[in-house]
């Protein structure tokens, strides 16, 4: 049950009249929409505004959002941001030797072409944005995009309500790319708090299959005078169409700010014998929430959810899946860990529903939480609700420290505690962090807990 509340409506609906500010979308000049593209963007962004307008921000009374604390992010002002100077960008950082010619780069949301590079790629399958999306693709765009489960949900309103432009990846029938996709989404600090939304839209129709990398991360305006380090929020909303036979392996890595808060949503649509996997790793931010969400729309499909976070000082990283089974004979495997240092705090609550028609699933799921301080706080639901009766189905959660005979054991072999610490924390998160596809990202995100330790 949501509680309307008049405060979180005016904070809405400012929030609204931020990220819609301008009717044009704010796609690079040379890649314009069409008039009937534009017109159509407009409507959809109209419908979206007049959801949100309904609407009311989740609060800790309702279930969903019972452990999430919105209550600093609602005290800031946020606005839109301002264009941003490509040239005084520095994405070194960020450039990942195996996909140098497979990127895309949007700035603040917005589609950055000098900073992206898809000259790697077949010209069999589409990857760029809206105003460079062909003809026949721009005729079935309105059958994908805002057209999953789960668009009027108040995160994602407002998501389309201000879409101005989305990475888009098209994958058409029986095309096999070799070559990962690089999505790489780069946010600002700036000398205000700024609102930064961000779309993505993967289409892979029939026997189709790709690697996709989409990475969210905050870069450094080269200037005399730095800016400050003001907190941001992000966003983001991904939606992802898996039809018969194709398969994505999708990888989401999450590194904003310290500062910065993210809400992102990835939402799922798996058709008869598709195959989806997801390598979610959390990192950043002050406050993180990620809703995941899969439906099965046919039978004999393979879902895999795969997730660490690594947190420390006071970040909330918050992750709820649902993965939604209505046909047979499909296969989900869920493993979701986090790192908790400090006072910090994890969640965790994943879904699980097995229809009446979905017999013969085979699913699991397992929640491990590791916590290196006495200050940290982990809360872990994880949910199976079955009404078939054929079915193979398991769920668990464990939290723990780490284990004083491992420690001890390792330091007669002549490591320092620090040292021995350090390696089975690294082997926890080396689970998870082994199924990225790219060694470059892995080596980054290992150097990453390090740092962390």
Same mark, same amino acid.
């Given at each position: 049950?949501?509680?309307?509340?008049?405060?979180? /409506?005016?904070?809405?609906?400012?929030?609204?009249? $931020?990220?819609?500010? #301008?009717?044009?979308?704010?796609?690079?000049?040379?890649?314009?929409?069409?008039? %009937? !593209?534009?017109?159509?963007?407009? =409507?959809?962004?109209?419908?979206? @505004?007049?959801?949100?307008?309904?609407? &009311?921000?989740?609060?800790?009374?309702?279930?969903?959002?019972?452990?999430?604390?919105?209550?600093? !992010?609602?005290?800031?002002?946020? =606005?839109?941001?301002?264009?941003?100077?490509?040239?005084?960008?520095? *994405?070194?950082?960020?450039?990942?030797?195996?996909?140098?010619?497979?990127?895309?780069?949007?700035?603040?949301?917005?589609?950055?072409?000098?900073?992206?590079?898809?000259?790697?790629?077949?010209?069999?399958?589409?990857?760029?944005?809206?105003?460079?999306?062909?003809?026949?693709?721009?005729?079935?765009?309105?059958?994908?995009?805002?057209?999953?489960?789960?668009?009027?949900?108040?995160?994602?309103?407002?998501?389309?309500? #201000?879409?101005?432009?989305?990475? *888009?990846?098209?994958?058409?029938?029986?095309?096999?790319?070799?070559?990962?996709?690089?999505?790489?989404?780069?946010?600002?600090?700036?000398? /205000?708090?700024?609102?930064?939304?961000?779309?993505?839209?993967?289409?892979?129709?029939?026997?189709?299959?790709?690697? /996709?990398?989409?990475?969210?991360?905050?870069?450094?305006?080269?200037?005399?005078?730095?800016?400050?380090?003001?907190?941001?929020?992000?966003?983001?909303?991904? $939606?992802?169409?898996?039809?018969?036979?194709?398969?994505?392996?999708?990888?989401?890595? =999450?590194?904003?700010?310290?500062?910065?808060?993210?809400?992102?949503?990835?939402? /799922?649509?798996?058709?008869?014998?598709?195959?989806?996997?997801?390598?979610?790793?959390?990192?950043?931010?002050?406050?993180?929430?990620?809703?995941?969400?899969?439906?099965?729309?046919?039978?004999?499909?393979?879902?895999?959810?795969?997730?660490?976070?690594?947190?420390?000082?006071?970040?909330?990283?918050?992750?709820?899946?649902?993965?939604?089974?209505?046909?047979?004979?499909?296969?989900?495997?869920?493993?979701?860990?986090?790192?908790?240092?400090?006072?910090?705090?994890? *969640?965790? %609550?994943?879904?699980?529903?097995?229809?009446?028609? @979905?017999?013969?699933?085979?699913?699991?799921?397992?929640?491990? %939480?590791?916590?290196?301080?006495? #200050?940290?706080?982990?809360?872990?639901?994880?949910?199976?609700?079955?009404?078939?009766?054929? &079915?193979?189905?398991?769920?668990?959660?464990?939290?723990?420290?780490?284990?004083?005979?491992?420690?001890?054991?390792?330091?007669?072999?002549?490591?320092?505690?620090?040292?021995?610490?350090?390696? +089975?924390?690294?082997?926890?998160?080396?689970?998870?962090?082994?199924?990225?596809?790219?060694?470059?990202?892995?080596?980054? +995100?290992?150097?990453?807990?390090?740092?962390?330790?």
């Amino acid at each position: 049950m949501q509680v309307s509340v008049k405060p979180e /409506i005016s904070y809405l609906d400012k929030l609204l009249k $931020e990220c819609c500010k #301008g009717v044009s979308p704010t796609v690079p000049p040379e890649f314009p929409l069409d008039g %009937n !593209m534009a017109s159509w963007l407009q =409507q959809v962004r109209d419908r979206a @505004a007049t959801w949100v307008r309904e609407l &009311v921000f989740p609060t800790k009374q309702d279930e969903e959002w019972r452990f999430s604390d919105l209550s600093a !992010m609602m005290k800031l002002d946020f =606005q839109a941001p301002a264009p941003v100077n490509l040239d005084a960008l520095n *994405i070194t950082p960020f450039i990942l030797p195996e996909v140098i010619d497979s990127r895309l780069v949007f700035v603040n949301g917005v589609f950055a072409p000098k900073l992206s590079s898809v000259k790697g790629l077949t010209d069999r399958v589409f990857v760029g944005n809206l105003g460079q999306l062909p003809p026949e693709y721009q005729d079935r765009i309105g059958d994908y995009l805002g057209q999953q489960q789960g668009s009027k949900e108040v995160f994602t309103s407002l998501n389309t309500a #201000g879409l101005t432009d989305a990475a *888009i990846v098209w994958l058409p029938k029986n095309q096999v790319v070799e070559k990962p996709i690089h999505l790489l989404f780069i946010a600002t600090q700036t000398e /205000i708090p700024i609102l930064t939304q961000r779309r993505c839209l993967v289409v892979a129709e029939r026997s189709s299959s790709a690697k /996709i990398i989409e990475h969210c991360v905050t870069a450094e305006v080269i200037c005399p005078e730095a800016p400050s380090s003001n907190p941001y929020l992000t966003n983001t909303v991904t $939606e992802i169409w898996v039809e018969e036979n194709a398969e994505i392996n999708h990888s989401r890595v =999450q590194r904003d700010a310290g500062a910065a808060f993210h809400i992102g949503k990835t939402a /799922i649509a798996q058709a008869k014998n598709s195959r989806y996997t997801c390598n979610a790793i959390h990192l950043g931010a002050r406050l993180s929430r990620h809703n995941l969400e899969v439906s099965q729309m046919g039978e004999g499909t393979e879902t895999n959810l795969y997730g660490l976070a690594f947190i420390g000082n006071e970040q909330e990283a918050d992750t709820h899946s649902a993965i939604i089974l209505n046909h047979p004979n499909g296969v989900t495997d869920q493993v979701y860990k986090s790192i908790v240092d400090e006072k910090a705090h994890s *969640i965790f %609550n994943g879904k699980v529903y097995v229809s009446q028609d @979905a017999q013969l699933t085979n699913a699991a799921q397992l929640n491990r %939480n590791l916590l290196l301080s006495s #200050g940290g706080r982990v809360d872990t639901k994880p949910q199976l609700e079955i009404i078939a009766d054929n &079915v193979q189905c398991s769920h668990g959660a464990t939290v723990s420290q780490l284990d004083d005979d491992e420690v001890f054991y390792l330091q007669s072999r002549g490591l320092n505690e620090e040292v021995s610490r350090n390696l +089975l924390i690294d082997a926890f998160a080396a689970e998870i962090l082994s199924k990225l596809p790219l060694p470059s990202l892995q080596n980054i +995100l290992k150097q990453c807990v390090a740092c962390k330790v």
